[in-house]
């Protein structure tokens, strides 16, 4: 036996081989030694040779059970990750089930909820088999919401509020007292472009009062604008009645006056505004502030004498970032005149200057070029090219103007503004 041994050694090397046997460190062929190296985990040394229980292979340097070790079930490193192992075979214990080697309860797992892989939603729990979201939530989007206040989700899953909205108690709401129109909440007793409904835009001359487009007190609509039928000579009475020339509507009623009974107007004085000296100081015109209007002026002298009226605009800078000495362009100052309608416009002269009273230098004055007869106005426009620090204000004189008397006492209209605009200077 111990000559078999020796042969064996010499064709295999440094393992020995047996039918039944593993065999860590066998012996040198040489007198009796045992299992020098020792032997795997529940393996005894027989012979020479390390030998495991009945039943047992060497898996890892231990003597197991194939048949029944959950660590090496079938064979050696083949692990059931905490099933039990029967006959060689990884099985779960009652109530669960092997998903991708691993055993879960499909009536707990929200991972496996049911079946292998169903995955529940966002914020649910698996209950008996089943995905179920919190009491009062739904499922959405593979989520749980609630309905009842999700603006994504609102009253179902397929209602999106608009972003200006609300969600409460499943419905979306503006907030109170407004109305959803497109995509804003507006008020539909005043929103002047949403009034009563989303469809009516009030003309720009009205405003929205209770739902329905009006104008101020004691005015009425004609065309785009608001007016007094009972003042308004081109709307006397009603709209698109106009007064005859030497006509003036009184009470809704085109009568001839005579001036001597209309004061005179308040820029009159004392004293009168009939000079450059005793000019009256309009309200300002600051940079970018807009058209300002004066209203209540009229040509005329109780006593009946010519009269010219004369005023004073202040245009006021505003604030530029700039290097200190770079030319400015352009700064505009607009100045227009709007006549009664019942006038001869080519008696009427309006004349804008800068400077010291009595001499203005330089002045302008408006010409026929200047007239629109659809509104019945001159227009004139200065513009002029500033310097970066220094001051660019000015003081204008506007005179206003007639060659005859023509016993005429409406209101004319004085509307101007001053602004800037960014321009290549020339």
Known sequence: MRKKQIVIKKMLGVFCI???????????????????NGCPVGAQCLDNQCVCPQGQIVCNNACVNTQNDSNNCGGCNH????????????????????????????????????????????????????CQCPTGQTICDNACVDTMTDKMHC??????????????????KCPSGKDLCGDQCVDLKTDKTHCGNCETTCPAAQSCVDGKCECPSGKTLCGDQCVDTQ????????????????????SGDCESLGCSIVPDDTYEGPPNNDSCAAAKALPEAPEGGGVITVGDATLHHQSGSLDEDWYTVYAHEATHICWPGDPQCNFYFDVSLTLPTSVDHTNYQMCVGIGECPTLNPIFCT?????????????????????????????????????????????YTLAYQFYFIEETCE
């Open 79 to 130: 692990s059931c990750n905490g099933a039990a192992c029967v006959n060689g075979v990884c099985q779960c214990p009652t109530g669960q089930t092997d998903c991708n080697g691993t055993c879960v309860d499909l009536q707990t797992s929200n991972s496996n909820c049911g079946q292998c892989g169903k995955t529940c939603p966002t914020g649910a729990n698996c209950v008996a088999g089943a």
């Open 231 to 250: 003042t308004d000579n081109r709307n006397c009475g009603d709209c698109g009645r106009a007064c005859a020339e030497g006509y003036h509507c009184v």
């Open 18 to 36: 047996g039918l039944v046997f593993a065999w860590y460190g066998c012996g040198d062929g040489g007198g009796g030694g045992g299992c020098p």
């Open 155 to 172: 009253g179902s899953c397929t209602k999106q509020c608009a972003e200006v909205q609300t969600c409460e108690a499943g419905t979306c």
């Open 367 to 411: 010409e026929e070029a200047d007239w629109n007869s659809t509104t019945h106005t001159y227009t004139m426009t200065l513009a002029w090219q500033g310097t970066c620090g220094l001051p660019d204000s000015w003081t204008f004189y506007v005179k206003i103007s007639k060659s005859a008397n023509d016993n005429n006492c409406d209101q």
